[in-house]
């Protein structure tokens, strides 16, 4: 077997880990670009006015003199906003960005899975996944704990997820304040996308007003924030104008269903499911991804047999059967969510020794066609003066009885 590294193969999941800091990158650009034009469009403005005047005569030099000056004055305070941006935001993220880089192109360098080197990489990407397995399921604590420990801050996305924590925080608590700002730091490449995240949260918002009977408040809302969406949601925004006539207590389907507290849920899985694909982030942990790798290699029909099962195979591992009396860490769990495989040669697995059974340790066949090892036969053949007996039907019979199955 090579033990040539498989460079493709170990970038597959690290889209991610390269494209987060990425967009925080463009997040950064876009605003220095806003900074720029608007301060660009007011200068540009100012010695237009300049042109104009020296053009049509009799203007005075101090007025000459306190535009120009208003004009550096601009210019100097861009100049800072600049700085301050690349020092607080810009510099940071591209360290990240570099860290990142460089980290992916240790792999590229590596000649063997055998190198040291290697080993210490797919240690810190187990580290990674732990993290981020942590993080999606909000134990930050422990999260930022392990990234302490095994010095990986820089690799790994504590600071997004921190955010993701805050906004459904928020939105739990019945606010849509802070995702509707995150809506609006991200409203381009939404758009882009064609994703309706800021128009349920407008609803939500125009719900709740409906809810506590505020009709005049909930009419200028709708006209200011529901009303620009009519091109796409038109059906949606004819329903909800009808929540003026209907108390939060009504028995009206419709109206009931655009009542439920549960909407509240609905809006915190669509949040997150944004910042994911804005970030080309799965939707499932990765931890969890590679997992799926390794079970579907294994996943076979006999490992939902209680009378088949392996106690070495985690598919086989407890919650994977249900009537299995095996416990471990659950990794049948996830073995649900695979295919089976095809095994274009099986490997055949003795019930009683769990061994492989190979031509060094041959399949010994009972007259009924059940297969075990020959080294388990042997040994029960020694314990009860060459009498075997088939654990799953009791059948005894001689040693010599048994036949070879050659393996082909």
Not at 41 to 66: F, R, V
Not at 142 to 147: D, H
Not at 179 to 200: G, I, M, P, Q, Y
Request: proline share 4%; with cysteine.
């Amino acid at each position: 077997m090579s033990n040539k590294v498989d460079v493709e193969g170990a970038f597959l999941f690290e889209q991610p880990f390269a494209r987060v800091p990425y967009e925080n990158y463009r997040k950064v650009f876009r605003t220095s670009q806003k900074h720029i034009e608007r301060e660009y469009g007011a200068i540009q403005s100012a010695a237009s006015d300049i042109s104009s005047s020296l053009k049509a005569g009799g203007t005075q030099a101090s007025e000459l003199t306190t535009t120009i000056d208003g004009m550096i004055g601009r210019v100097d305070t861009l100049k800072r906003k600049l700085s301050d941006l690349h020092d607080c935001a810009g510099k940071p993220t591209q360290d990240v960005i570099r860290e990142r880089l460089q980290h992916m192109a240790m792999v590229e360098n590596l000649g063997s899975t055998a190198d040291s080197d290697y080993n210490k990489w797919a240690d810190q990407r187990l580290d990674r996944w732990l993290v981020d397995w942590c993080l999606r399921h909000g134990k930050e604590k422990t999260a930022k704990r392990i990234a302490r420990e095994k010095e990986i801050e820089v690799l790994v996305d504590l600071d997004l997820f921190s955010d993701i924590q805050r906004i459904e925080k928020a939105l739990a608590e019945y606010s849509c304040t802070e995702a509707l700002a995150w809506c609006s730091e991200n409203k381009a490449s939404l758009r882009k996308v064609k994703n309706t995240l800021e128009f349920d949260l407008r609803l939500q918002e125009y719900i709740e007003l409906c809810r506590v009977e505020k009709k005049s408040e909930a009419i200028l809302y709708l006209q200011k924030h529901l009303i620009p969406w009519q091109e796409t949601h038109l059906t949606q925004i004819l329903q909800a104008s009808g929540l003026l006539a209907f108390p939060s207590g009504t028995s009206c389907r419709p109206y009931m269903r655009l009542y439920d507290p549960l909407r509240w849920k609905a809006l915190i899985k669509l949040f997150r499911r944004s910042i994911y694909m804005l970030n080309a982030l799965p939707s499932e942990p990765l931890l969890n991804l590679a997992l799926y790798a390794g079970l579907a290699s294994l996943k076979l029909p006999a490992c939902y047999e209680h009378s088949t099962k392996n106690v070495d195979c985690p598919v086989c591992d407890g919650d994977s059967g249900g009537s299995s009396s095996m416990r471990g860490m659950g990794l049948g769990k996830l073995a649900k969510e695979v295919p089976y495989t095809h095994h274009a040669n099986s490997t055949i697995v003795c019930h009683i020794t769990k061994k492989i059974m190979d031509a060094d340790n041959m399949p010994m066949a009972f007259p009924n066609g059940y297969v075990y090892s020959r080294e388990a036969m042997e040994e029960m053949a020694a314990k009860n003066n060459g009498v075997v007996i088939c654990p799953r039907t009791g059948i005894s019979c001689q040693f010599s009885e048994l036949r070879k199955v050659f393996i082909s």
